[in-house]
């Protein structure tokens, strides 16, 4: 996976997430479960300043989260928010996998 890539699995712009909507938009297929961070991409993009090639790399700062979870088929999902810092994988100084929410 690359930056592109997670920015449009795992960002937003907005706190007003219908994930029965964004769910089959973003991932392209009916996933189980998905969290989506509401920031702008530098945010979340200087959580790997400095660093080529790391994994479990902590936000020191905690973030609006807003977690789809599959609830019925076919992609119906119900929405868990919360406030939290996050786990990520950076490669290239870019962040390219979301490891989870809470410190690594």
């Given at each position: 996976?690359?930056?592109?890539?997670f920015q449009k699995k795992h960002l937003t712009n907005t706190r007003n997430i219908k994930c029965d909507?964004?769910?089959p938009i973003n991932?392209?297929?009916c996933k189980y479960r998905?969290?989506?961070i509401y920031s702008r991409p530098r945010?979340?993009?200087n959580l790997c300043r400095g660093k080529i090639n790391?994994?479990?790399?902590s936000s020191s700062s905690k973030?609006?989260?807003?977690?789809?979870?599959e609830k019925s088929r076919p992609c119906k999902y119900k929405l868990k928010k919360q406030t939290n810092v996050i786990c990520i994988t950076c490669e290239h100084k870019v962040?390219?996998?979301f490891v989870g929410v809470g410190s690594c």
């Open positions: 996976q690359d930056w592109k890539t909507k964004i769910m991932l392209f297929h998905n969290t989506f945010g979340v993009e790391a994994t479990n790399v973030f609006a989260l807003f977690e789809c979870i962040p390219v996998h």
